[in-house]
């Protein structure tokens, strides 16, 4: 195809809003993330995920067949969520973008049995820290005593059909969780009490084990992305792709290699980019953008495929000479214009926003 043409019709698209899991430790966040990739995949349709490096991909369509009738897809312009998967509010910290968080948005998971913990705490100072919205995810409703489980529904129709006992049971944990919420200043809500997701918390009651409320979750981060971030999202798809590195890796055949999250533009095989190195920018030239193969086809040697491009938003594997020095935590920029001005001024971006990450 003709990048020109491509270039034109892309330009200013929206990209997919970036999530990142939150919460205090066995609360749940690894099985939620799992269950979303599961369940996303259980519904069938090929595409209907995708795993990138360091991040999976759930499309507009496939949170609406798993919403069902909690969501119409036209009232959405937004490609889709992209989770990143390592969870934990230490990666959150580390990732930043042009000094910001690189989530757009969060989830917090508390367990409703176990309601606030220390790393609750610190993860909400973190997200009020950086301004970050987020829903809170009520998780392991299905160990109410008594609970019914519904596998996969949207949590009030699971509501539904619990008995009395177990409900009342839930809700008293429920409004617990909404009072530590309210003591930490944030005034929360059942999301779908909430009118103003800005100044409300929505909390979303789910089971990260059976799926229960997940299609509500998903509805919800869409809902509170395209309302309140479309601006944030409106991306020169087509310009120099912008990111930061999940992860310096060495690779077999490739030696040192970037995980990267590219939350802006388009990166292509053959870009010049620049990456915060130990001392200086490391300048350096793309030698294959890498994928993980679709789980059908893993094999051992090759775990593996090259793509010719990757836009915002994704998570890509960048091969490149030089990456020894990299940074995780360090920004990657493409420069384009092959000129030493263009060049300069990308390396200086490059440092200052360094400069910004080990100032906070
Ligand atoms: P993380 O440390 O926050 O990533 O927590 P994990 O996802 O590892 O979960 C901790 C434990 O809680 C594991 O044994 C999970 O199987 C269990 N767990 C997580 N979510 C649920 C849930 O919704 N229901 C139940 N019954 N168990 C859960």
Redesign the pocket.
Known sequence: SDPDTEETFDAGSLRTPIVAVL??????????L?RIRGSAVQEGEAGAITQHIGATAVPLSTISEMAGALVDPTDFDLPGLLFIDT?GHHSFSTLRSRGGALADIAVL?VDVNDGFQPQTEEAIDILKRTGTPFVVAA?????TPGWNPQEGQPIQQSLETQSDRASSRLNENLYELIGDLSGKGFSADFYWRVQDFQSNIGVVP?????GEGIPDLLTVLMGLSQRYMKEEMSVDVAGPGVGTVLEVKDEQGFGATLDVVLYDGVVREGDTVVVGGRDEPIVTEVRALLQPRPNAEIRAEKQFERVEEVRAAAGVKIAAPDLDEAMSGAPVRVVRGDDEAALEAVKREVREELARIEVD
């Open positions: 919460g205090h430790v066995d609360h749940g966040k690894t099985t939620l799992d969870p998971v998780n392991k409703v299905d160990t789910l089971s990260a084990m059976t």
